[in-house]
């Protein structure tokens, strides 16, 4: 796969187009202007800016300057409630909620995903099902819970998440599907698009092996259904984004990175064209060892 923008399939002018957009999350360790950079030049639909302790993310006035240099459209922001950025803002994992809403309007996002609390955040945990229901009725900012997956040792496994990993389980209004995350938690991404129904407002697009690891691979590299995740939100009419959120941590160069950004964009726009087209499996890239998912 070339370094130049990545083919788009033909598809009917007059249908709707399913948006692909890039995670910033996919190019870590690089910072967002170079994800910008590189969706641009890719020819993704825009993007989603994960919070974390790059400080462009955390600046609004900085990721419009990004977001207009490279023509690319901020959809969604995805809050600082990884285990890595939990002291991003603060400690307070309400209040950050609030502010990743706060930036979502300031740049012009529809979306804010979110990942349930931590066992550990028992007093957010109280109140998490309640305050997003309410940012998301009086913010205009669609609140986009995401599904997460038990720890899982060797003899061992924990529930890490309150009041639960998995969404379908709780009276979220919109839910964020993580393919990746379904693959940890040895379930079926096809399964849940019916779990999950007219819940479903937003995609996170990456592979998993059934690992006891969040491995984040390349669309087509594991074992998750992604291509027909895919087919069959554009046989249901689906409107929302799909969002490349893959690990290229182990990249040994700028120029493998950016392979397994166009495979994956490619990938997507390949399965999310209406009707029959050459199926696409992604050329084999640098090995990501569980060691260094994320």
């Given amino acids: 796969m070339s370094d130049a923008t990545t083919p788009r399939p033909p598809s009917d002018p007059g249908e ?4 692909v957009t890039l995670s910033t999350a996919s190019v870590y360790p690089r910072r967002a202007g170079y994800a910008f950079q590189a969706a641009a030049d890719l020819g993704y639909d825009g993007m989603e800016v994960m919070v974390w302790s790059d400080e462009v ?3 609004a006035a900085a990721l419009r300057k990004l977001s207009d240099e490279h023509e690319m459209p901020i959809r969604s922001i995805h809050a600082p409630t990884l285990l890595v950025s939990q002291r991003v803002w603060g400690r307070a994992p309400g209040p950050k909620l609030r502010r990743s809403v706060r930036l979502a309007q300031e740049v012009g996002a529809s979306t804010v995903v979110v990942h349930p609390p931590f066992r ?3 007093r957010y945990a109280r109140e998490f099902e309640e305050l997003v229901r309410e940012l998301d009725e009086t913010e205009g900012v669609t609140i986009a819970v995401e599904n997460m997956y038990p720890w899982r040792g060797r003899k061992r496994e924990m529930q890490a998440y ?3 990993w ?4 709780h009276g979220y209004d919109h839910v964020t599907l993580d393919l990746s995350h379904a693959a940890v ?3 079926n991404s096809l399964e849940l698009l019916d779990v999950f129904d007219g819940r479903l407002r937003h995609v996170h697009l990456a592979d998993g092996s059934s690992s006891i690891k969040d491995e984040h691979l390349v669309p087509g590299r594991g074992d998750q259904p992604c291509a027909e995740v895919l087919t069959e939100l554009v046989r249901r009419g689906w409107t929302g984004d799909v969002v ?23 990938f997507a726009r390949t399965y999310l064209t209406p009707g029959p087209h050459p199926a ?10 569980h060691a260094d998912a994320w």
């Fill in 162 to 164: 309150l009041p639960g």
């Fill in 120 to 122: 550990w955040q028992y």
């Fill in 185 to 187: 938690a040895q379930q």
């Fill in 166 to 169: 998995d969404p379908s389980e």
């Fill in 16 to 19: 709707p187009r399913i948006p």
């Fill in 280 to 289: 696409y499996e992604p050329p084999p890239g640098p090995v990501h060892r």
């Fill in 57 to 59: 993310t955390q600046d």
């Fill in 244 to 266: 490349v959120e893959i690990a290229t941590r182990r990249a040994r160069t700028a120029a493998e990175r950016r392979a397994d950004l166009a495979a994956s964009l490619f």
